[in-house]
Structure formats: structure tokens, C-alpha cells
């Protein structure tokens, strides 16, 4: 299972574009990166998944670096209510999600 | 609502108490998935359904745990002689295929405090 690095906290203002990197690099060829976010109390929520190609929904857009080792997630407007832990999850066929210890978005009115 | 719903949302034994916790998943899900959440750490997996099948276990730490899901939908996760360090949040998550691709969709857990 491929290991995955994010920057432990991050701050954003309210409004701007909040860009989370996730290093990757022992990502494996069949592995899809998903990205989801845990509100305090809450479960995690699916934000947006890609393999290669850079993908863009109505929540946020994912950039995937052509060797595939790391990606970004952006959230184009940031809200007070996109303050969350984000996690990057490669996930392969078992769909099973490895989860580390993602990174806290404050975002600052 | 049409969610993963979890039972009950919190609950307290005493070590060495066996408890169950309830997940239900979105109607119609193939897969489900368990995972234990630590106090300010990641989810981590427990085990893995396809309908009926358990594929993946790997993930229970012990033989005290153990989960079943006997007729694809409703599966339960039971801890046998609870210990301190079991405390933790219980997350279920179903997806709608065969764990291939589709997103999980994740209830709010059971917080289980063990005293």
C-alpha cells in the first residue's frame, strides 16, 4: 500500500483558493487517488478521486503530476466551512482507503 | 435519509465486556468496509465485505474482534473482553460496486469508551 505524505496544518483566508499538496511516490500503477475530508465528529467525505488525468467536480479540482508521485487539491473559494483534516488516499482494487494523518485546513474569515 | 447509518453513536463498558456495534449501509451497496479511528489519528482498516463474503481481515487487530455481514446488507462489528485500548471511533463505509472505484460513502461512527 502506498505511503503518503501531507503537511500536518495549513491556514487559508476565507475566499481564496486553498491548495493541499500530497506526496505519493510509491504509488502503484493500478493505485486511483482519492481525497476526503473529516469534519470534527463527522465521518470522512468523499471530495474527489483521479488517476492520472486532472479531475475537477463541484467541490474542488485534483492535480496529478505527469510521474503520478504527488497531487493537489484545490478548493477554488474557501469557506469557514471547508475548515476540515483532508486526506489523500491512493486506494487500488480493493477500494480498501489508507488513510494517514492528512492535514488540518483552517480557514480564517 | 438514505446514508450509512451507525448504532448506537456512543457507547461505555467496562473492560472485559463484550460489545456489538450496528452499521447500515445505502441500500444496494455491494461493499462495506470497517475502520477504528484513534483520538487525532487517521482511520484505520479493519476489514472489507464484498455482499456476504469477508475478503479482507487483515486489518482486525486481534482475535477479539471479529464482523460479519450474514445477508449483505447489515453487518456487525463485535469486540469480545474489551480492553482499554480498543477505545476508539468504529466507522462503517459502503460503496456501490465491487469496492472498484465508486467513492465510500462513510457513516459517523460509534465512539466506544472502554473503562
Known amino acids: 500500500d502506498a505511503k503518503t505524505t501531507q503537511p500536518p496544518s495549513m491556514d487559508c483566508a476565507e475566499g481564496r483558493a486553498a491548495n493541499l499538496p500530497c506526496n505519493h511516490s510509491t504509488i502503484s500503477g493500478n493505485e486511483y487517488v482519492y481525497w476526503y475530508r473529516q469534519i470534527h465528529s463527522q465521518g470522512p467525505q468523499y471530495i474527489i478521486h483521479?488517476?492520472?488525468n486532472n479531475e475537477t467536480n463541484e467541490m474542488a479540482s485534483l492535480i496529478i503530476t505527469e510521474d503520478r508521485k504527488s497531487s493537489t487539491l484545490i478548493l477554488p473559494h474557501a469557506t469557514l466551512r471547508d475548515t476540515a483534516v483532508y486526506y489523500c488516499?491512493?486506494?487500488?482494487?480493493?477500494?480498501?482507503?489508507?488513510f494517514g494523518q492528512g492535514t488540518t485546513l483552517q480557514v480564517k474569515p | 435519509g438514505a446514508g450509512v447509518s451507525q448504532s448506537p453513536r456512543y457507547k461505555v463498558a467496562k473492560r472485559g465486556q463484550d460489545v456489538a456495534l450496528r452499521c447500515d449501509p445505502i441500500?444496494?451497496?455491494?461493499?462495506l468496509f470497517w475502520y477504528q479511528q484513534a483520538l487525532g489519528q487517521g482511520p484505520e482498516f479493519l476489514t472489507y465485505?464484498?455482499?456476504?463474503?469477508?475478503?479482507?481481515k487483515s486489518g482486525l487487530p486481534s482475535d477479539r474482534f471479529f464482523a460479519e455481514r450474514p445477508e449483505g446488507s447489515v453487518s456487525t462489528l463485535k469486540i469480545q473482553r474489551t480492553q482499554q485500548e480498543d477505545s476508539a471511533v468504529y466507522l462503517c463505509a459502503s460503496s456501490g460496486f465491487e469496492g472498484l472505484r465508486q467513492p465510500q460513502h462513510f457513516g459517523d461512527g460509534t465512539r466506544l469508551s472502554i473503562l
Open positions: 483521479g488517476l492520472k
Open positions: 488516499n491512493p486506494s487500488g482494487n480493493t477500494g480498501k482507503l489508507i
Open positions: 441500500s444496494g451497496h455491494v461493499s
Open positions: 465485505f464484498q455482499n456476504e463474503a469477508q475478503l479482507d
